[in-house]
């Protein structure tokens, strides 16, 4: 059974910072991209960042300079570094898996981060 277990998400002041793990376990099949993606309350999910299987990097434009996105291939973990968190980060934060060789993905259950200004 495949999961994606993510942790690390909390209440923080604005200008803190927070660092997300999402686990992954199950999955038997080359993985390509992993990301992170955010859906604040009545706003559509949206992609945060994510990073290839060769460690390229992609970051929405409102998370440059703030947030670093990592992989741990032996660990079958993704990692979000997030610093200088402001309110509008202020999201249920998702994980997200792509196959290499297969058009699927798998979506961790989400973890609440809540920014206090």
């Known amino acids: 059974q495949v999961q994606l277990v993510e942790s690390g998400g909390g209440l923080v002041q604005a200008g803190g910072s927070l660092r997300l793990s999402c686990v992954t376990s199950?999955?038997?099949?080359?993985?390509?991209?992993m990301g992170w993606y955010r859906q604040a309350p009545g706003k559509q999910r949206e992609l945060v960042a994510t990073?290839?299987?060769?460690?390229?990097?992609n970051y929405a434009d409102s998370v440059k300079g703030r947030f670093t996105i990592s992989r741990d291939n032996a660990k079958a973990t993704v990692y979000l570094q997030m610093s200088s968190l402001k309110p509008e980060d202020t999201a249920v934060y998702y994980c997200?898996?792509?196959?290499?060789?297969?058009?699927?993905?798998?979506w961790g259950q989400g973890t609440q981060v809540t920014v206090s200004s």
């Open positions: 997200k898996v792509d196959l290499r060789y297969r058009l699927h993905s798998y």
């Open positions: 199950g999955i038997t099949e080359s993985i390509n991209t």
């Open positions: 990073i290839s299987s060769s460690s390229n990097t």
